[in-house]
């Protein structure tokens, strides 16, 4: 200190002589340089100089590791807090439930998750965490904003006592949807047909003489012209068309149970032939659905026999009403599956005339047509596709369409009209029952019994490939 006092009294000793002060400045140098020269003075100052802002900066980058930590905790917390709370509202709209009680009940289950993550913590964050759930189009949308504080510790001695941090985070999954499912069998005469040409060859070589069965009605006179041949083949052990469809069928509900889609799915099972005929009205226990297959064979009663489709489909137009856009089951979507061979023919069981058959009123012509002109009684003919026009454009229903290709017997002597499907019909009907279809991987085709089984199995994977049949 009493250096420091001899370098100021050389500053203010300007009236001393040129020597003396001369001899003053010498001797004063000297001893400013063995004060820049003491490391002890030096430290000691600069350190006081330098000791706010490196404890400032250390506090500062200690407490910024805080923060981060803070917020990757908060930030973890509200992901898995939203995900439980849209999952739960997901649930719950799939049950059925209105979409303001699968919202409440949603975030009741966001809050009480984020505290549950938060319950083994030391200390716990500053801040509101308010979960938003909403939807957005077919999505269910979980958000949430957390504006956190937290005070800090060696920041202080910069004067920064807290600081403040956002969280933002937002959870997306799929809304369910539901759905209709509306089956339509071809059980006219023509699906009696044998399933396979094995089938096929052993009835036409039978006593039948028949390539396909025919089911009259049971209190219909049994003439030559209308003998009710189911029994025959019954006895001769064959399947029949009918019969692999309607198998198919019910392990294709069976895939779709397993899925425990509740009410999600609804489905219901019809059957054409001059007209349509509910089996099972629309349900969500689709067991009961699939056991009612368990009755379904060729059509046997008075007015049926004949296959009308136009007029079955304008039927169901009316019987399923207009798609919706799936987001509640009042405003389902609706799809058509129809299964057929798509060949038309004109004629019904008609009690009272000599015969006990006659053409159909209700047909409507779609040339060509075979075996007569189209409005008289064994008039065939092929598939009209505009007959799905209405469902797709004014019901805006999904519709699928399974051709299950016409089996035609082989051999010489076959009836006429096998020939002129094999030659005329088959190839177009193919072609329009994949023109009813909505898109062009809605059409499936089968002919052999296993391809059939496989075509259903398909057909049930495309069902559940939409994001509309939310698993549970």
């Known amino acids: 200190m009493f250096e420091n006092l001899k370098v100021i009294q050389v500053i203010v000793t300007v009236s001393l002589n040129r020597r003396a002060a001369s001899n003053m400045i010498n001797k004063n140098t000297k001893i400013i340089k063995n004060f820049l020269s003491n490391a002890r003075g030096n430290v000691a100052l600069t350190f006081a100089i330098l000791a706010v802002p490196i404890f400032g900066a250390v506090g500062t980058a200690i407490d910024y590791a805080r923060v981060s930590s803070e917020k990757s905790n908060v930030q973890n917390s509200m992901d898995a807090a939203l995900l439980a709370g849209v999952n739960e509202t997901q649930k719950l709209l799939a049950n059925g439930k209105a979409e303001s009680e699968a919202i409440a009940t949603g975030k009741k289950i966001a809050l009480e998750y984020y505290n549950i993550a938060l319950s083994d913590r030391k200390t716990t964050p500053g801040g509101n965490f308010d979960p938003m759930i909403t939807f957005d189009g077919d999505a269910i949308k979980g958000s949430a904003k957390f504006d956190g504080i937290m005070k800090t510790s060696l920041s202080t001695v910069l004067g920064i006592t807290q600081t403040n941090y956002t969280v933002d985070t937002t959870v997306n999954i799929s809304r369910p949807e539901f759905v209709e499912i509306y089956f339509v069998v071809d059980n006219s005469n023509s699906m009696g047909i044998g399933a396979s040409q094995g089938d096929v060859q052993r009835m036409t070589n039978s006593q039948m003489a028949c390539a396909f069965a025919c089911h009259t009605p049971s209190d219909s006179r049994h003439t030559p012209h209308v003998r009710d041949t189911m029994a025959d083949a019954r006895a001769l052990g064959v399947n029949l068309r009918i019969d692999v469809i309607t198998e198919a069928l019910k392990e294709l509900l069976d895939s779709l149970g397993q899925q425990q889609l509740g009410v999600q799915v609804k489905t219901a099972v019809y059957t054409a032939s001059n007209t349509l005929v ?61 299964i057929t061979d798509g060949v038309q023919s004109n004629f019904k069981y008609k009690r009272g005339t000599v015969d006990q058959y006659a053409a159909d009123p209700n047909f409507e012509v779609f040339r060509p047509t075979y075996g007569g002109n189209g409005r008289t009684v064994q008039s065939i003919q092929g598939f009209n596709p505009k007959m799905c026009d209405n469902l797709k454009s004014r019901n805006k229903a999904e519709v699928y369409t399974v051709n299950i290709e016409y089996t035609i017997p082989r051999g010489r002597n076959i009836d006429h009209k096998f020939t002129a499907i094999r030659d005329h019909l088959k190839d177009d009907i193919a072609d329009n029952l994949s023109s009813c279809a909505s898109d062009d991987e809605n059409f499936f085709t089968a002919d052999t019994p296993e391809e059939i089984f496989n075509t259903f199995d398909d057909l049930v994977s495309m069902l559940l490939k939409s994001d509309l049949l939310v698993t549970q």
């Open 278 to 338: 509910e089996e099972h009205g629309l349900s969500e226990n689709i067991t009961d659905v699939r056991n009612s297959l368990d009755d379904v064979t060729l059509a046997n009663d008075w007015e049926t026999g004949g296959t009308s489709l136009d007029y079955v489909l304008e039927e169901l137009e009316d019987e399923i009403g207009i798609s919706g856009d799936g987001f509640s089951q009042n405003n389902a979507k609706k799809m058509v599956v129809l």
